[in-house]
T-cell receptor
Framework: NAGVTQTPKFQVLKTGQSMTLQCAQD?????MYWYRQDPGMGLRLIYY???????DKGEVPNGYNVSRLNKREFSLRLESAAPSQTSVYFC?????????????????FGEGSRLTVL | GDSVTQMEGPVTLSEEAFLTINCTYT??????LFWYVQYPGEGLQLLLK?????DKGSNKGFEATYRKETTSFHLEKGSVQVSDSAVYFC????????FGKGTRLHILP
């Protein structure tokens, strides 16, 4: 019972390098999310996808791009990494469509990807 | 805008002590309220929720009551265990989920 799977779990990059974080869910959920978690900042929403084929910006989208490849997969790309993007990244999914999230509120999270940018 | 404020940690308690983690919110409309828990090295998972005023959410001995008059959703447990050591996040949802900054809880044996 995999749930939400993220890869890689750890990555070290140099400033200016690019990389893609992969996320896949096997729960047939409509909506998927990317968050970053920083000490003392809680979780901040980077991008979300309310349904297959749509993506929208969250609180902190600058420096990131996303692709909702199909219903299962939602990737996060850093085109030119910066030290400020050092963080732990979490992918999440929900069976609630955006706009009705208040009715369930349950997000299912992956285990996280720890990214360090030197 | 919508926001969640929760008590700063870390909170350190002895096993079997009573736990309260305060959470207050600001929201337009009528949010649902949640507590999520993050164990070391893991992602967040839903602990409990309440979808309307005066509802009480409960799970694993934890409880929280949705108080509209005080805009609060405090987390309580009567007797904590070492296994409860984790980071706890209060959250609200109107049409997207907004998280508080988290409270780290340490339980000493």
């Amino acid at each position: 019972n995999a749930g939400v799977t993220q890869t890689p779990k750890f990555q070290v990059l140099k400033t200016g390098q690019s990389m893609t974080l992969q996320c896949a869910q096997d729960m047939n959920h409509n909506s998927m999310y990317w968050y970053r978690q920083d000490p003392g900042m809680g979780l901040r929403l980077i991008y979300y996808s309310a349904s297959e084929g749509t993506t929208d910006k969250g609180e902190v989208p600058n420096g990131y791009n996303v692709s909702r490849l199909n219903k299962r997969e939602f990737s996060l790309r850093l085109e030119s990494a910066a030290p400020s993007q050092t963080s732990v990244y979490f992918c999440a999914s929900s069976d609630a469509s955006f706009g009705t999230l208040r009715n369930t509120g349950e997000l299912f999270f992956g285990e996280g990807s720890r990214l360090t940018v030197l | 805008g919508d926001s969640v404020t929760q008590m700063e940690g870390p909170v350190t308690l002895s096993e079997e002590a009573f736990l309260t983690i305060n959470c207050t919110y600001t929201a337009t409309g009528y949010p649902s309220l949640f507590w999520y828990v993050q164990y070391p090295g893991e992602g967040l998972q839903l602990l409990l929720k309440a979808t309307k005023a005066d509802d009480k959410g409960s799970n694993k001995g934890f409880e929280a009551t949705y108080r509209k008059e005080t805009t609060s959703f405090h987390l309580e447990k009567g007797s904590v265990q070492v296994s409860d050591s984790a980071v706890y996040f209060c959250a609200l949802s109107v049409n997207k989920i907004i998280f508080g900054k988290g409270t780290r809880l340490h339980i000493l044996p």
